[in-house]
């Protein structure tokens, strides 16, 4: 398990299972409309519970991972 999924892991099992929008923006520290466009596009995984919108703490971790990946894909080979 990486650092970051390590660090959601531990902030999971603090402040819960699933994340409201705004708590889930707070942690990637981004902003609410930017929140729904990532969970509009696919990037970060999202649920409904009744009429709410909640995200599962660990999507958050495999955005992070998948950004990593992406960004080390993409650099120049030293």
Not at 6 to 24: C, M, P, R, S, W
Not at 36 to 48: F, T
Not at 69 to 78: E, G, H, M, S, V
């Amino acid at each position: 398990m990486t650092a970051a999924l390590n660090v959601v892991t531990d902030e999971h099992n603090a402040a819960g299972i699933l994340l409201t929008v705004e708590e889930a923006a707070e942690r990637l520290r981004i902003g609410r409309t930017l929140m729904y466009s990532l969970i509009k596009s696919g990037e970060i995984e999202s649920v409904p519970v009744g009429r709410l919108r909640r995200i599962p703490a660990e999507c958050i971790g495999e955005y992070i991972s998948r950004l990593r990946t992406a960004n080390r894909q993409n650099q120049p080979a030293a």
